[in-house]
């Protein structure tokens, strides 16, 4: 069988580009080629057409040369063949060292720019806040930083994650949006590894914050973090405060001896659960807590009051016209409503919630309070309660251990799930051995098929909280939220169907769903990730707040909670909120707003109004509720 032909113009080809293959010697052969091929006709057209053109053939040759070497820089100078070949050797040394110059200009400010596009020079900032690792909570605690900075002539925010710098800077555009006068800083890099880790001058930063991802090995991560920052600050006299997040308490002791001794570590798992039941017990109660962590509103502040000391911390509660005082910090133990005849030392600080630190200002209030208008009654007894838990992660098992601290008598809790059968038998019987009376009882199904939820006599229960599934390695991060969003699609529908309003809490992980979730107004969601990193954002500018939070949202402390407003003043009556907060001082509580049913479906803020002004009147219905520090 005859051999096919190569094509000629296959083979030219080929033979091309095996020449430019054999380095930068062809390449240069091949361009002077192509630039004599281009230059000497055009020149001896110029030459040939010119109306002076010498009459010899020497005479038209020679000036063609002249043009050809002034085009391509090669002296043009004619004569003997001694000064031509001269004059082209001065040309091509002069080229050569030109050229030479140029690229390695050339490439060293590419390479300075490939560096900098790679995030890999050093922060050179001072008291400026350090964020090491990537996930959710990122642009929670970069929005909230930038928010505490905006009263600040300048201030920065280093971020540093083992991404690119490129997609990490427009990602926090995007999601963060304008900065004010905070500057954004991205450094790309492993934060695991001290030698990458001053990239971000750690030494000079304010706070550093740690932050655990999204992938099942977060929390080694985050130990490990903590070690190589230990490491890079090997030797230095001062260290910045540290504030870090693990999801699992088995590695809480780990992360907190890699932090040292000024470390703060929180435990993200068991703070979303206590918050999904304190929300589930009172709907709503997310709204509170959102207003309190986030710093576009009224938040806690450490004051000092010289005027208050020896005085009992109940004068206190009616002192301050526009903030609310909730407790003191003895030391370093927070003192969260405190009996009213506790007195004030004179180096207690005053816990207060406050628009800023520097309008809590004195003021005698007690003027304003009508004690006629105050209830007296008894406090309105807490019931056995049933609860629908629909769909099982992680945190399941610490929300039934929530439920079950303070369960009353006949309380249960009703699972519907497809998965984690054998943990639930666990909760259940540790709950048995434990004797409070929590009955749990498990059925299976698949929460995001209509039937499953119609065999359920949903309106029994007094909550309904919906969690989304664990994220799988490999699977789309969407997906826990995407079943938990068709889910509430279908407790949306039987509202529709029934006219009745469900008491839904709902824990999703990425803040945008909250947009799409097809939930009623003002109804409880808690976005894990963001409340942690709100949680940081708070600690990070106060570190003596992470004792005030670990006893606010514990499960058997002093918490925030709400209450009837009947057992505070007489509903259908006009009265200031100084009056609210006087009975509940009577009660051993502290009042720091309340929730307007009448504005309950009413966006921003769904009714829900933290520090008001103690003069401030309204007229109080029986389905209002009113916002205390207190117990159960």
């Not at 004599?36 to 040759?61: C, G, K, N, Y």
């Amino acid at each position: 069988m005859a051999q096919r032909r190569t094509p000629f113009g296959d083979r030219a080809r080929y033979w091309f580009d095996s020449t430019l293959a054999r380095g930068a010697a062809a390449l240069v052969g091949w361009m002077a080629l192509l630039c004599l091929a281009v230059v000497v006709p055009a020149s001896a057209v110029l030459v040939w057409t010119d109306p002076d053109v010498p009459a010899s053939l020497t005479d038209r040759l020679a000036k063609v040369w002249h043009l050809t070497g002034e085009t391509l820089r090669l002296g043009g100078a004619t004569g003997t063949p001694l000064r031509v070949m001269t004059s082209m050797l001065l040309a091509l040394v002069t080229l050569l060292y030109v050229s030479t110059l140029v690229g390695l200009i050339t490439t060293a400010l590419t390479e300075r720019l490939t560096a900098l596009r790679r995030g890999r020079s050093t922060v050179l900032e001072h008291g400026h806040a350090v964020v090491l690792g990537w996930s959710e909570q990122v642009f929670t605690v970069v929005s909230e930083l930038v928010a505490a900075n905006a009263n600040q002539r300048r201030g920065a925010v280093a971020v540093l994650a083992d991404r690119d710098k490129t997609l990490m800077e427009e990602a926090l555009s995007t999601r963060v949006g304008p900065a004010g006068r905070t500057r954004l800083i991205c450094r790309s890099g492993p934060t695991t590894d001290p030698a990458v880790l001053p990239l971000t001058s750690p030494a000079t930063a304010g706070v550093v914050l740690i932050l655990p991802h999204d992938e099942p090995d977060a929390d080694a991560e985050v130990v490990k973090t903590l070690l190589a920052l230990r490491a890079a600050l090997a030797g230095e006299r001062t260290r910045p405060p540290v504030v870090a997040a693990v999801r699992d308490d088995r590695y809480r002791l780990a992360a907190c001896l890699a932090a040292g001794p000024g470390g703060i570590v929180l435990e993200s798992d068991t703070v979303t659960a206590r918050l999904i039941v304190q929300a589930a017990r009172r709907p709503g109660l997310s709204l509170v807590h959102q207003e309190l962590l986030d710093f576009a509103g009224d938040e806690f502040y450490l004051i000092t009051e010289p005027a208050l000391t020896g005085r009992p911390f109940g004068d206190a509660l009616l002192s301050y016209p526009t903030s609310s005082v909730v407790g003191m910090m003895r030391g370093d133990t927070p003192l969260l409503n405190p009996p009213p005849e506790t007195p004030i030392a004179a180096d207690d600080l005053l816990l207060v919630i406050s628009r800023d630190d520097d309008t809590a200002w004195l003021g005698d209030c007690a003027e304003v309070v009508e004690e006629a208008a105050m209830a007296s009654g008894p406090s309105t007894p807490a019931r056995a309660e049933r609860v629908l838990l629909l769909g099982w992660n992680r945190r399941a098992p610490l929300i039934v251990d929530q439920l079950r601290r303070r369960a009353r008598p006949g309380s249960a809790v009703d699972v519907v799930a497809d998965q984690g059968e054998a943990t639930i038998r666990q909760v259940n019987e540790a709950d048995a051995t434990s004797g409070t009376g929590l009955r749990l009882t498990l059925h299976h199904g698949d929460v995001t098929r209509p039937e499953t939820l119609r065999r359920l006599d949903v309106y029994s229960y007094d909550s309904v909280i919906v969690l989304g599934r664990d994220p799988v390695p490999g699977q789309s991060p969407d997906d826990p939220d995407n079943r938990t969003l068709v889910t509430l699609l279908l407790l949306r529908q039987l509202e529709e169907a029934t006219g009745r309003a469900l008491p839904v809490v709902t824990e999703l992980i990425d803040d945008r769903n909250r947009a799409l979730a097809p939930i009623g107004p003002g109804a409880d969601v808690i976005i894990s990730g963001t409340l942690i990193g709100l949680l940081m954002a708070q600690i990070s500018q106060n570190p003596h707040l992470a004792a005030v939070f670990e006893e606010l949202f514990s499960a058997d402390g002093t918490g925030v909670r709400l209450r009837p407003a009947t057992d505070y003043v007489l509903p259908g009556r006009e009265a200031s909120f100084a009056t609210v907060v006087a009975a509940a001082r009577h009660r051993g509580e502290c009042a720091i707003g309340y929730r307007s049913h009448d504005d309950s479906s009413t966006s921003p803020g769904y009714g829900v109004r933290v520090n008001p002004p103690k003069d401030e009147r309204r007229r109080w219905t029986a389905e209002d509720e009113v916002v205390v520090i207190g117990r159960d």
